[in-house]
T-cell receptor, first 116, second 114 residues
Framework: DTAVSQTPKYLVTQMGNDKSIKCEQNLGHDTMYWYKQDSKKFLKIMFSYNNKELIINETVPNRFSPKSPDKAHLNLHINSLELGDSAVYFC???????????????FGSGTQLSVL | AQKVTQAQTEISVVEKEDVTLDCVYETRDTTYYLFWYKQPPSGELVFLIRRNSFDEQNEISGRYSWNFQKSTSSFNFTITASQVVDSAVYFCALSEGSNYQLIWGAGTKLIIKP
């Protein structure tokens, strides 16, 4: 069983569209994250949730809206997609919050988003 | 200034050679954490190690070893007797501040040639 699974793996869409990426973890972790990795492999955190509560909200456009229906799921919805949104988006989870004793991150396999 | 610097963009070695990946960090906090993650060609990031700022002991795990030197603000990673499967992008990261948000280095692409 995949520990952190995100769908879809590839997403190709037109500018201006709205799309969602889903993430689920079966590890029983309390904390989940969304990361963006650009074409130069640079990783940047976008959001983090702990027990469905938002704990990290980096400076990302408000076109990006995370939703955590329960602590095993953290979905990412993107409105009015732009060319610059093209990247690989990674979902991750950890047993503990950032700085906690068990902060090891488990990553999903990524979603390659291409905006045309 | 970058908080986590991985100066080596790409390293290429022949299999069985030893290779060291450098990581230099910058922080004013006394409590912080350092990490290494591996991203193989398949794309998924894999945790390798987490070290807290109060533990300067070097760590060895099989062919992998880490050298943490607070005096030089470095947390270097060495692979001994490299193998083709070690080919990946390796990221160093720092966790600090009030929310211990992870700050990532730019990554070092390691190519192991057979």
């Amino acid at each position: 069983d995949t520990a952190v699974s995100q769908t879809p793996k590839y997403l190709v869409t037109q500018m201006g569209n709205d799309k969602s990426i889903k993430c689920e973890q079966n590890l029983g972790h309390d904390t989940m994250y969304w990361y963006k990795q650009d074409s130069k492999k640079f990783l940047k955190i976008m959001f983090s949730y702990n027990n469905k509560e938002l704990i990290i909200n980096e400076t990302v456009p408000n076109r990006f809206s995370p939703k955590s229906p329960d602590k095993a799921h953290l979905n990412l919805h993107i409105n009015s997609l732009e060319l610059g949104d093209s990247a690989v988006y990674f979902c991750a989870s950890s047993q503990d919050i950032p700085g906690g004793t068990n902060e090891k991150l488990f990553f999903g396999s990524g979603t390659q988003l291409s905006v045309l | 200034a970058q908080k986590v610097t991985q100066a080596q963009t790409e390293i290429s070695v022949v299999e069985k050679e030893d290779v060291t990946l450098d990581c230099v960090y910058e922080t004013r906090d006394t409590t912080y954490y350092l990490f290494w993650y591996k991203q193989p060609p398949s794309g998924e990031l894999v945790f390798l190690i987490r070290r807290n700022s109060f533990d300067e002991q070097n760590e060895i795990s099989g062919r992998y070893s880490w050298n943490f030197q607070k005096s030089t603000s470095s947390f270097n990673f060495t692979i001994t007797a490299s193998q083709v499967v070690d080919s990946a992008v390796y990221f160093c990261a720092l966790s600090e501040g009030s929310n211990y948000q992870l700050i990532w280095g730019a990554g070092t692409k390691l190519i192991i040639k057979p």
